[in-house]
């Protein structure tokens, strides 16, 4: 007996119990399901964590400002100004892993055009900024270190601020007043969009360092260099740990901190941290969906039950087809056709609702989610495993009936 005739006679035995072969199924469509769902969740989280990771840029190293610790008082982090733009030029030249290396303060202000106004966070930088961060003009044009030498009063504007601002018009030449200076907008930016911790990194006015240091957030008293941060760029992701070590061991040095000193300076490796969370999520991928497969376990042991009740319940007829000459391969085949085909059946209606589901949880609860082709194959075979594992034990209990007991069998 081939294998298309099997199909048709399992075809047949599981059309005439519609309701029994649904119920047996359910198991496996809800297990496909969720391994689905659960996957596209884990795949969307690590998704965008990589997209977090490409909107900050390529091997960015932060080094902040404070902590310090002065007359037994500490204080923390970027409370206290202790780098300095010298300390950027140092590490720009002096630091053979790193390859860029910016300055940067910032603050809020109110920024006024016309009879229109929006709080928006104000940043000083060097033009190396844009490039270790990933900003792009996309209208108009960067600042250069022409306009940072004469304190020029141009800005760029995220495109958050174009949003709420111009109101979606072309920014490009227009005079915007930031603490009632006015500044000439030269360009804007693309979009970069949420960071890791929640910020818009769109609402935001980019201008020349020395600009918003004497026009709109002030000078430190103590040292009229001083910044709020520096950002690195090392040469490659190889070297950031290197890049970080060499950092450290500069500013050290250049601050003059003994070695039982703390540093008065936090180093961030923002990759690290990120690469960190994108491994947690992978991992939560798979840990949901070895979860989710659980239930399609439970659905093969359900498949199993009802094709040990449909060997009793046939068991005549098995005998009679033995007697007439079939062989015990033939009965084994045709039971562990049902068997798989009932897992196929399943997996295929789980692929459906799985992607239903996936896309549901995207639109409802706002999480993002990642279908992968991957996932959904892998699904599949699980089942049809599922099915043949769960099948093989009732199929080879029928096929090895003796032919005169079954006849006999009432």
Same mark, same amino acid.
């Given at each position: 007996?081939?294998?298309?005739?099997?199909?048709?006679?399992?075809?047949?035995?599981?059309?005439?119990?519609?309701?029994?072969?649904?119920?047996?199924?359910?198991?496996?469509?809800?297990?496909?399901?969720?391994?689905?769902?659960?996957?596209?969740?884990?795949?969307?989280?690590?998704?965008?964590?990589?997209?977090?990771?490409?909107?900050?840029?390529?091997?960015?190293?932060?080094?902040?400002?404070?902590?310090?610790?002065?007359?037994?008082?500490?204080?923390?982090?970027?409370?206290?100004?202790?780098?300095?733009?010298?300390?950027?030029?140092?590490?720009?030249?002096?630091?053979?892993?790193?390859?860029?290396?910016?300055?940067?303060?910032?603050?809020?202000?109110?920024?006024?055009?016309?009879?229109?106004?929006?709080?928006?966070?104000?940043?000083?930088?060097?033009?190396?900024?844009?490039?270790?961060?990933?900003?792009?003009?996309?209208?108009?044009?960067?600042?250069?270190?022409?306009?940072?030498?004469?304190?020029?009063?141009?800005?760029?504007?995220?495109?958050?601020?174009?949003?709420?601002?111009?109101?979606?018009?072309?920014?490009?030449?227009?005079?915007?007043?930031?603490?009632?200076?006015?500044?000439?907008?030269?360009?804007?930016?693309?979009?970069?969009?949420?960071?890791?911790?929640?910020?818009?990194?769109?609402?935001?006015?980019?201008?020349?360092?020395?600009?918003?240091?004497?026009?709109?957030?002030?000078?430190?008293?103590?040292?009229?260099?001083?910044?709020?941060?520096?950002?690195?760029?090392?040469?490659?992701?190889?070297?950031?740990?290197?890049?970080?070590?060499?950092?450290?061991?500069?500013?050290?040095?250049?601050?003059?901190?003994?070695?039982?000193?703390?540093?008065?300076?936090?180093?961030?490796?923002?990759?690290?941290?990120?690469?960190?969370?994108?491994?947690?999520?992978?991992?939560?991928?798979?840990? !949901?969906?070895?979860?989710?497969?659980? +239930? %399609?376990?439970? =659905?093969?042991? $359900? @498949?199993?039950?009802?094709?040990? #009740? &449909?060997?009793?319940?046939?068991?005549?007829?098995?005998?009679?087809?033995?007697?007439?000459?079939?062989?015990?391969?033939?009965?084994?085949?045709?039971? !562990?056709?049902?068997?798989?085909?009932? +897992? %196929?059946?399943? =997996?295929?209606? $789980? @692929?459906?609702?799985?992607?239903? #589901? &996936?896309?549901?949880?995207?639109?409802?609860?706002?999480?993002?989610?990642?279908?992968?082709?991957?996932?959904?194959?892998?699904?599949?075979?699980?089942?049809?495993?599922?099915?043949?594992?769960?099948?093989?034990?009732?199929?080879?209990?029928?096929?090895?009936?003796?032919?005169?007991?079954?006849?006999?069998?009432?």
């Amino acid at each position: 007996m081939n294998l298309l005739v099997n199909i048709r006679i399992a075809l047949m035995a599981l059309r005439v119990n519609r309701l029994r072969s649904a119920l047996t199924m359910l198991g496996i469509i809800i297990g496909v399901a969720a391994v689905i769902a659960m996957m596209a969740v884990g795949s969307g989280a690590t998704a965008q964590i990589q997209e977090q990771i490409r909107s900050i840029g390529s091997n960015v190293i932060i080094v902040l400002s404070g902590s310090t610790t002065s007359g037994g008082m500490r204080v923390g982090a970027g409370s206290v100004m202790t780098l300095s733009e010298d300390d950027t030029k140092a590490i720009a030249d002096e630091c053979p892993a790193v390859a860029l290396a910016a300055s940067s303060t910032r603050g809020t202000a109110q920024v006024i055009l016309g009879n229109d106004n929006w709080s928006t966070v104000i940043q000083g930088v060097t033009p190396e900024y844009l490039a270790i961060r990933d900003f792009q003009v996309v209208n108009g044009r960067p600042f250069t270190w022409q306009d940072v030498d004469g304190a020029t009063k141009v800005a760029l504007v995220g495109h958050t601020v174009v949003k709420n601002l111009f109101g979606g018009t072309d920014p490009v030449g227009q005079t915007i007043r930031i603490k009632k200076v006015p500044f000439t907008v030269i360009g804007s930016l693309s979009a970069k969009g949420q960071s890791a911790w929640g910020q818009d990194q769109d609402d935001i006015i980019l201008l020349p360092i020395s600009t918003a240091k004497k026009k709109v957030l002030g000078v430190s008293q103590a040292n009229a260099r001083a910044v709020g941060a520096i950002v690195a760029q090392a040469r490659s992701p190889m070297v950031m740990r290197e890049a970080e070590e060499q950092i450290v061991a500069l500013l050290r040095q250049r601050h003059r901190l003994q070695p039982d000193e703390d540093n008065d300076f936090t180093v961030r490796n923002l990759v690290e941290m990120f690469a960190a969370q994108e491994q947690a999520a992978r991992v939560m991928s798979i840990l !949901l969906g070895a979860i989710a497969s659980v +239930s %399609l376990v439970v =659905g093969g042991i $359900g @498949i199993m039950n009802i094709m040990l #009740v &449909s060997v009793t319940e046939r068991t005549r007829e098995i005998g009679l087809r033995l007697a007439v000459g079939a062989r015990a391969r033939d009965i084994l085949t045709q039971f !562990l056709v049902e068997a798989v085909t009932l +897992s %196929l059946i399943g =997996g295929l209606v $789980g @692929i459906a609702l799985g992607l239903s #589901v &996936s896309i549901l949880i995207s639109y409802f609860a706002m999480w993002s989610t990642l279908i992968n082709g991957g996932a959904v194959l892998m699904a599949f075979a699980f089942a049809a495993l599922v099915g043949i594992c769960f099948g093989y034990y009732p199929a080879r209990k029928a096929a090895f009936l003796d032919p005169i007991e079954a006849l006999r069998y009432e």
